[in-house]
């Protein structure tokens, strides 16, 4: 029974929040807890509001329990500090940060825990300094190299994967920001008169609009997210049941426009997770890409049209990153709770992500510090790094020659968890990268069998001893790992180190689908005498 007193305005209930949680709790957060039915919606003389009992429940659910439930779970050496719970996901996804999706990226916060000087109960010493120059051979998304810039610290990069190379270096990139909207604006000019001349457009809307009238009917909110949170509704037979009651209208209408769904061929990726429509706009907004004289502007764009084209595969919503069968019809999504659509055109992404991306590089712009940053395609095992350097940047090359590196920071792939080529599958198609799956440092494709721990080992002893060539003799060097398997301490011995510290930290923000309690250790390691 819901008592009046106890009732709260949306402002009210934030600042009650905040100051129950003791964080910055904001009237966002709040009308998100009502939309997705975690609390309900109480309308009171025209104003909205919510019960805090409710509120309490639902905090009580998660807050200190979390922590003390992961505890149990995941040893009592969880250092909760390095959860960094504190901080709201557009801090964890911070200007460049989120410039193109990558899974398996690290948060910024915990590359400034450990390249600033600072010290706490945890960290009792800083380890480098402005003017420093880091190394991360396996540079994923840029992580460290962007980091690196922002606390004044040299740093170079080393990925197998050409797209990654791509992706840091764009992110660390110089702009003229001019030119790049100049270009950005024809593209989405002539991209939008495109779409606004095919069929398509026409049968869009009127899909639109019946699928807004049913879903009003049938998955009104925020109603139905909260009699799903309350199992008074069963969502996998009820969704199913709706989803086969829409689909003879959809059917209808790709009949009356004549929509032809997939191509006929499916030899590559692009061919087969992306209908006709869609697959006809990439490649005729790419032509009008591989036009632009400026190379600068042309890879942000670049990276903008394959973000653009991620988000527009032919699947569903909760299936964007583990992707499945091609998804060519209307279908209940779990994700919004109602109806959903393929996508038909990549022109609302492409414009939402183009605005993005130069509002991301120009609050980037106004922190970069004056330092040196790149990274370089190639085998870290392997790569002569200096030699390499020179190619790109003969003055920073001398730099890293006289000074060497002062240490790493950087995260190994883990053991047969992701096969890195394919999750930016649709990117090496469009672009034409080589691919270079086979030099993959335990991909998903090799397990995690003993056989794949002893390769990844010898692979990571190899990356290391081949680096260390280039760190100066007291260096200091940070690994972030899963070591469910215990590999690191073997690791270390083969490339000479030892670990002298680590710290087990929480991962809390992982997705929808996954958020059972997960850590990762942060290895120090230096050399062997030391």
């Known amino acids: 029974m819901i008592i009046e007193k106890d009732l709260l305005t949306i402002k009210e209930a934030s600042e009650w929040a905040s100051d129950y949680l003791k964080k910055n709790v904001t009237t966002s957060n709040i009308s998100y807890l009502i939309q997705y039915g975690r609390i309900k919606k109480i ?8 019960s805090k009992q409710e509120l309490i429940t639902y905090y009580k659910s998660y807050n200190g329990h979390r922590e003390l439930s992961w505890r149990d779970q995941l040893g009592g050496d969880l250092n909760w500090a390095l959860s960094f719970d504190q901080y709201k996901e557009a801090e964890t996804t911070k200007h460049v940060h989120r410039l193109h999706p990558y899974k398996g990226k690290f948060i910024p916060q915990l590359v400034e825990y450990f390249l600033d000087n600072h010290t706490d109960n945890f960290k009792k010493e800083g380890y480098f300094n402005k003017g420093d120059i880091l190394l991360d051979p396996f540079c994923g998304s840029g992580t460290t190299l962007v980091q690196a810039n922002e606390l004044g610290m040299h740093a170079v990069g080393i990925d197998i994967s050409a797209f990654n190379a791509l992706i840091s270096n764009i992110k660390i990139g110089k702009y003229d920001f001019d030119n790049l909207r100049d270009e950005l604006h024809k593209i989405t000019k002539v991209l939008k008169q495109f779409f606004a001349d095919s069929k398509t457009v026409t049968f869009e809307s009127k899909l639109i609009e019946e699928l807004s009238s049913f879903n009003n009917k049938y998955f009104p909110v925020p109603g139905y997210k909260y009699k799903v949170k309350r199992k008074e509704i069963n969502e996998d037979e009820y969704g199913a049941e709706k989803e086969k009651e829409f689909l003879p209208v959809y059917q209808k209408l790709i009949n009356q426009y004549g929509i032809k769904l997939m191509l006929e061929k499916t030899d590559s990726f692009l061919d087969r997770w992306y209908l006709q429509h869609i697959r006809t706009e990439i490649d005729f907004a790419f032509n009008f890409v591989k036009q632009i004289k400026n190379i600068q502007t042309k890879k942000i764009i670049s990276i903008i049209l394959s973000r653009t084209i991620r988000s527009c595969r032919a699947t569903t919503h909760a299936d964007l990153v583990t992707l499945k069968e091609p998804v060519t019809t209307t279908y209940y999504c779990a994700k919004h709770g109602k109806i959903c659509k393929p996508l038909f055109s990549i022109s609302s992404w492409w414009e939402r992500y183009s605005k993005d991306t130069i509002k991301r590089l120009v609050q980037f712009d106004g922190l970069k510090t004056n330092t040196y940053q790149a990274c370089l395609a190639g085998d870290s095992k392997t790569i002569d790094i200096v030699e390499v350097l020179k190619k790109k940047n003969l003055t920073f090359a001398e730099l890293v020659q006289k000074q060497k590196f ?72 940070f690994l972030v790992a899963n070591d469910k398997y215990n590999l690191y301490p073997d690791i270390a011995e083969k490339a000479g180190m030892k670990i002298v510290n680590q710290y087990k930290r929480p991962v809390l923000n992982r997705t929808e689908r996954d958020k059972g309690a997960y850590s990762e250790i942060i290895f120090h390691l230096k050399a062997n005498g030391k």
């Open 43 to 50: 309308g009171c003389n025209g104003t909205t509001q919510v």
């Open 406 to 477: 002062k240490g790493m920071f950087s995260s190994p792939p883990y053991v047969g968890l992701i096969d890195y080529h394919d999750q930016h599958a649709y990117a090496y198609d469009l672009f034409g990268f080589e691919r270079k799956d086979k030099m993959e440092i335990g991909p998903l494709s090799k397990g995690q069998g003993r056989e794949a721990r002893d390769a990844y080992v010898k692979d990571i002893a190899e990356v290391l001893n081949n680096c260390r060539k280039y760190l100066v003799a007291d260096f200091d060097v």
